[in-house]
């Protein structure tokens, strides 16, 4: 089924506007919050290819997707604890909690029977998540961290294109690309 042509618009423009965004981390941005911007953005388009068009890959393509997402998943990781070794405690908050979507999203994606037996569950424990990752937002704002402030908000949009794709797979709809 094709996804309406509104969602594939949203799709579109998180995407551009990430790409942009990652050019402003070029430009403004600390090493750290760089290498997390990269190894996210990353891990995003790969999931995407894995989840959306998994089904035409080569045994080899999978293997090579598996592969970059754990260097971008290391990238994430080392991230994380590099804002802890700054003593940045409102980014290492922030990364912490998307490390925590993402095991989230994981289960969804790898275990659709099993998280459909505890559906309830999975939805709480995802707005409890989305709901602490709106904190920083007014925040980053308040403190004049424009650019840390963006960014969370347009990941938060990115994310929940995502979990439109993991809704609808669930449901017999899927969104792909």
Do not use: C
Not at 50 to 56: L, M, P, Q, S, V
Not at 115 to 129: D, K, N, T
């Amino acid at each position: 089924m094709t996804p309406p042509a509104g969602f594939r618009l949203f799709k579109t423009a998180v995407y551009v506007l990430l790409a942009a965004n990652l050019a402003l981390y070029a430009l403004f941005g600390s090493a750290n919050e760089l290498v997390d911007s990269v190894a996210w953005v990353a891990l995003l388009a790969l999931f995407e290819i894995e989840t959306a068009h998994g089904a035409r890959l080569s045994a080899r393509e999978i293997r090579l997707v598996h592969v970059l997402r754990l260097v971008a998943a290391a990238g994430v990781l080392a991230a994380a604890a590099g804002y802890v070794a700054e003593a940045e405690w409102l980014d290492a908050a922030n990364a912490w909690l998307w490390v925590a979507v993402v095991v989230l999203l994981e289960i969804e994606v790898r275990f659709p029977a099993a998280v459909g037996r505890r559906r309830e569950s999975f939805l709480i424990a995802a707005a409890v998540l989305y709901s602490a990752l709106l904190l920083p937002v007014p925040v980053w704002a308040w403190q004049g961290a424009w650019l840390d402030a963006w960014d969370a908000a347009l990941w938060l949009a990115a994310f929940f294109a995502i979990e439109l794709n993991v809704l609808g797979r669930q449901s017999g709809y899927a969104v792909k690309s």
